[in-house]
């Protein structure tokens, strides 16, 4: 009977492992395709590429030159994180008072300027000055991904791209200096990333920026900024070694007014 039991069960696995494989395999997408290999893009000059705007068609390089540039990826009629992360950014940014621009940039060869307008209308126009949307042209998009990495693919089931959700900082000379991902990058993250982006632009009277960085180091395992660890064990071994002074200043005293 207990044998039964286990060919029984057997023949059952048997029979659905092909079915649940196949779905599986239908649903099935390579995570790996969407990650950015940025050893290969950082401090690579990037594409220049050719953008529509409301105002006429534009290249990157009109965008790059001046100051900072962050370059988001997006789509106009995304119902996900693109108007999340963007709102986000339009709030956290105003708050900034670096010199910098933003400029969205649109994948997807279906939007329209029409599409872009209706998304930028969502937006607190106020804080936009810094602000300029735009299309790829659908012969650059391919140009685009090489350029960055920035890798996407549409899936049908659920009409809507799926992408790397990714805020791109260029220096003013276009090199790709910092990837930020999430929605919801922190204000101190988004400065340190324009600091950098910036890095050997920096004035001589911009010194006190220049220790901020140095406060910081980038750890990519968790997408941010971080107290550089060499300060930490550095201001360790000088607490130690002050510690120690003390201690030897304070029994030598204490010797001397034994005798």
Not at 12 to 39: C, H, N, R, W
Not at 172 to 196: A, K, Q
């Amino acid at each position: 009977m207990r044998f039964l039991l286990v060919l029984l069960s057997f023949l059952t696995v048997a029979m659905s492992t092909p079915s649940s494989y196949q779905t599986t395999q239908k649903d099935f997408f390579d995570a790996g395709y969407l990650k950015i290999e940025e050893s290969k893009y950082l401090g690579k000059e990037i594409e220049d590429i050719n953008l529509i705007l409301p105002e006429g068609k534009k290249k990157l390089s009109d965008f790059v030159g001046n100051s900072p540039l962050i370059l988001i990826p997006a789509y106009y009629t995304c119902g996900g994180s693109c108007p999340v992360l963007i709102g986000r950014l339009v709030n956290k940014l105003s708050g900034i008072q670096e010199d910098y621009r933003v400029l969205v940039v649109s994948f997807d060869k279906r939007d329209t300027l029409e599409t872009l307008q209706d998304f930028v209308n969502r937006l607190p126009g106020e804080k936009l000055s810094k602000w300029k949307f735009a299309l790829i042209e659908a012969a650059d998009i391919n140009k685009f991904k090489e350029s960055t990495g920035f890798n996407f693919f549409y899936s049908e089931r659920d009409k809507s791209f799926v992408h790397p959700t990714v805020s791109i900082f260029l220096s003013p000379d276009g090199i790709i200096t910092r990837y930020l991902y999430g929605v919801n990058p922190s204000e101190t993250d988004l400065r340190l990333s324009i600091l950098d982006a910036k890095r050997e632009f920096i004035k001589p009277n911009e010194v006190v920026k220049l220790a901020l960085l140095a406060c910081y180091t980038y750890d990519p395992n968790r997408s941010k900024y971080v107290i550089n660890p060499l300060l930490i064990f550095g201001g360790l071994g000088f607490a130690l070694v002050g510690t120690v002074g003390f201690i030897v200043f304070s029994y030598g005293r204490t010797s001397r007014g034994g005798v």
